[in-house]
């Protein structure tokens, strides 16, 4: 079941990933946290296990969804490589702050944190869009920051990326496909920051290295592969009023089960 658990939880966050280019991340690492707590790893550990578990499998991904964006034409590869000079130093120090919290104050944040992207999606805030080309030195910043906040919450950025690309005068449609393809360099770096803070610690449960939980990752990332590529290409011929509803309203109630767990 366990195992199964890891295959539906992978297709569905592939799905959502491709259609919002956001979400994955948060429904992973909530549903790892409540897995990982039926498996009685230690909790010292394992809400740090699921976050670190959960950028490694954001890595293949966002592979696949930045991909089917950008045979539609939809990331702006220059603005990606501009961000991405930032990333890669943001998610190693998000990896390292992360790792000097508690397992239950960082599970409380990344509740807080989910309940506030469903309140943002519900009331559909959203930046207005500034006038002409972005500064370099600004992709760059925002760049640090994304990487930084989305590694300490286990999430591909888009969350973050998704409204700055707007205030940068994005399409929606650029937004989500330019998101999937930083997904993967958060990722990466995230990954590797949680798998050297997690090296040899004295309570990680078999099959792990570092904070990352190998069949979890392996599971969820068999899945999350072909619907990630499902989903990138409904997020341009669906309407995504109702499905982004409902989402928020399920991120809502995953929060509450994170803070009240």
Do not use: D
Not at 55 to 62: G, N, Q, R, V
Not at 155 to 175: E, K
């Amino acid at each position: 079941m366990v195992y199964l658990t890891y295959l539906a939880l992978g297709a569905a966050a592939g799905f959502l990933a491709g259609l919002f280019g956001i979400g994955g991340g948060l429904i992973i690492v909530a549903v790892l946290v409540m897995a990982f707590t039926a498996l009685g790893f230690s909790p010292e550990v394992l809400v740090h296990l699921a976050v670190g578990t959960s950028l490694a499998t954001i890595i293949p991904t966002s592979i696949s969804s930045s991909l089917a964006h950008h045979k539609k034409q939809g990331v702006k590869w220059s603005w990606v490589k501009l961000i991405t000079l930032g990333l890669g130093l943001g998610a190693l120090l998000g990896a390292w702050t992360a790792s000097l919290l508690s397992g239950l104050a960082l599970q409380a944040i990344i509740g807080v944190f989910v309940i506030l992207v469903s309140v943002q999606m519900v009331l559909k805030l959203q930046p207005k869009p500034r006038v002409g080309e972005p500064h370099p030195l600004v992709l760059t910043s925002a760049g640090g920051f994304i990487g930084w906040a989305s590694t300490i919450f286990g999430i591909g950025g888009g969350t973050l990326s998704v409204p700055f690309l707007i205030w940068c005068n994005a399409s929606m449609r650029q937004a989500v496909g330019t998101s999937a393809a930083l997904g993967f360099p958060i990722a990466l770096f995230g990954a590797l920051g949680y798998l050297w803070a997690g090296w040899l610690h004295p309570s990680l449960p078999e099959l792990a290295s570092g904070f990352i939980y190998w069949p979890a990752f392996i599971g969820i990332s068999v899945a999350s592969v072909p619907f990630a590529r499902v989903g990138a290409r409904l997020a341009h011929f669906l309407p995504e009023l109702l499905l982004k509803r409902l989402f928020a309203l399920l991120l809502f109630l995953v929060g509450l089960k994170l803070l009240l767990f």
